[in-house]
């Protein structure tokens, strides 16, 4: 190639990395224009819009009124409700009405499923997410993120229930995050691998930054809520023990899923969040954020498991249902498995001995 050449080619290449915006990557992925296709790639664009909205609320929330704090409500959770809450909430509803898209939504911050009755005789499809992720992030501008999952709608759901959501993860179509950081990255899969996109603010567009992200096999981090320490099982204390005498390990955690999951993807380890005796089936809840993230991680090569079963096996038996949830690398899901088998294995034993001792 000559001189005069390379910079049409390096102007181009930079041209073309400016146009892969996500939705047009979403076609790219299914190499195909069908109906199905331009679907999936429609509502990828309506979740980039409803990013965002949010990140350009957050950006300012300091200044404008009636953006921080709590609104006084409690949700069906049972946890206090930030006002970013419910406008991230909102956004999601709003941007999804008179799409012919999404037929339905639901949320943690809803009770029951939001019908969009318009929408239905079209799209058959349901978004569930999280609106705004580590809500105890928002008012000291720490980062927080949204979850979302996309999942075909089965049956006419009669009574409005969702009871047809009660389904395995492995039903997802797509799932994905945003995480409002320094920047807003918006990382989705449809299936065919995990990919980053970056929000240009001068653009305002999600321009693809990472494309095929693979976990690392094993990584140096690992990231849980020790305050709660003595309210676990003694094989996740065990776990815990054994990396505080081992080299290479430092703990990370940020009090928002989303952050730390989205360090992991990049450098490796392992996310616990466990039962408690508090709260038995641990804090996350199945629907809108273990199981959208365990898609996202096995995806990229990685694990997701409660300890004795893959996140994207598990039924859930409601819309909120909880489960613990350890995800990342391959290697340190594996490990932490193997501390809780262990102890149950070692119980099983000892329980065979027991039986066998003369009375
Ligand atoms: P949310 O703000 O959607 O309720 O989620 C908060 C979650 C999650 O993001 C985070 O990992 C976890 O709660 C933190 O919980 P602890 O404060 O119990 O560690
Ligand atoms: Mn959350
Ligand atoms: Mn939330």
């Not at 990557?25 to 331009?38: K, M, T």
């Not at 006002?83 to 012919?100: E, H, T």
Request: aromatic letters at 8%; proline letters at 4%; a negative charge.
């Amino acid at each position: 190639m000559s001189n005069v050449e390379q910079p049409f080619v390096v102007q181009e290449q930079a041209l073309d990395r400016d146009c892969t915006t996500l939705s047009r990557h979403v076609l790219q992925q299914l190499h195909s224009f069908s109906a199905d296709a331009q679907d999936l790639s429609a509502i990828m664009n309506r979740i980039a819009l409803a990013a965002k909205l949010i990140a350009r609320r957050l950006s300012r929330a300091g200044l404008l009124e009636g953006v921080l704090g709590f609104t006084g409500d409690v949700n069906v959770q049972g946890e206090s409700v930030k006002k970013m809450d419910v406008y991230a909430n909102d956004v999601f509803i709003s941007v999804f009405k008179q799409s012919g898209l999404v037929c339905r939504l639901a949320s943690e911050e809803m009770e029951k499923p939001y019908y969009i009755p318009e929408n239905c005789p079209i799209g058959r499809y349901t978004l569930l997410y999280d609106p705004i992720d580590g809500s105890s992030n928002v008012d000291i501008n720490i980062n927080v993120g949204s979850i979302f999952a996309i999942r075909q709608q089965e049956g006419t759901d009669e009574n409005q229930t969702g009871g047809d959501l009660l389904q395995n993860g492995r039903k997802q179509i797509a799932a994905g995050y945003v995480l409002y950081g320094p920047s807003t990255m918006l990382v989705y899969s449809i299936g065919t691998g995990v990919h980053a996109f970056t929000l240009d603010p001068s653009l305002g567009e999600f321009i693809l930054s990472s494309e095929n992200i693979q976990i690392p096999n094993h990584g140096p981090i690992y990231s849980v809520n020790e305050g709660n320490f003595w309210q676990w099982e003694e094989p996740l204390r065990d776990y815990i023990r054994y990396v505080h005498r081992q080299e290479g390990y430092t703990a990370r955690y940020g009090g928002a899923l989303v952050g730390d999951i989205h360090r992991i993807l990049f450098q490796g380890g392992v996310f616990l969040y466990p039962g408690t005796v508090k709260k038995p089936e641990g804090k996350l809840r199945l629907l809108y954020e273990s199981a959208p993230l365990a898609f996202l991680i096995e995806q990229a090569g990685g694990r997701a498991s409660t300890g004795t079963e893959d996140i994207l096996d598990v039924v859930p038996n409601a819309i909120h249902a909880r489960s613990p949830l350890l995800i990342g690398s391959k290697e340190d899901v594996t490990l932490v498995e193997s501390f809780i088998q262990k102890r149950a294995w070692d119980e099983d034993k000892n329980a065979i001995a027991r039986s066998r001792v003369p009375q």
